[in-house]
């Protein structure tokens, strides 16, 4: 089972920026498409983004399409989500997670084995 770790978050005032980074430890990331997900106090785990295993297909949800990046680098056991133009309702927990398959699997949990402990990121003036 991978191990995944999650890191880059922190607290920013609405309209900036933070760079979240998900690497594994032993394991290659090559193999899985990569999903991001994200959980705030009270509320359920939502999906955020996935990227395919060989980086060629990105999905977003639709509350972060056009602010949030995803991409690999599969030389590095890298995934990273850039996250521009935050907003506090992006506060939350932010969790990244290997599928069993090469494939996203759109705004379904199921199908992701591995998960990190998470990162808080934080949006408030």
């Known amino acids: 089972q991978l191990q995944l770790v999650e890191s880059g978050g922190g607290s920013v005032r609405p309209g900036g920026s933070l760079t979240l980074s998900c690497e594994a430890s032993r394991f290659t990331l090559a193999s899985s498409a990569i999903g991001w997900f994200r959980q705030a106090p009270g509320k359920e785990r939502e999906w955020v983004s996935c990227i395919s295993s060989s980086g060629s297909n990105a999905d977003y949800a639709d509350s972060v399409k056009g602010r949030f990046t995803i991409e690999r680098d599969n030389a590095k056991n890298t995934v990273l989500l850039q996250m521009n133009s935050l907003k506090p309702e992006d506060t939350a927990v932010y969790y990244c997670?290997?599928?069993?398959?090469?494939?996203?699997?759109?705004?379904?949990?199921?199908?992701?084995?591995?998960w990190g402990q998470g990162t808080q990121v934080t949006v408030s003036s």
């Open positions: 997670a290997a599928h069993w398959s090469h494939y996203c699997s759109g705004d379904s949990l199921d199908g992701y084995t591995s």
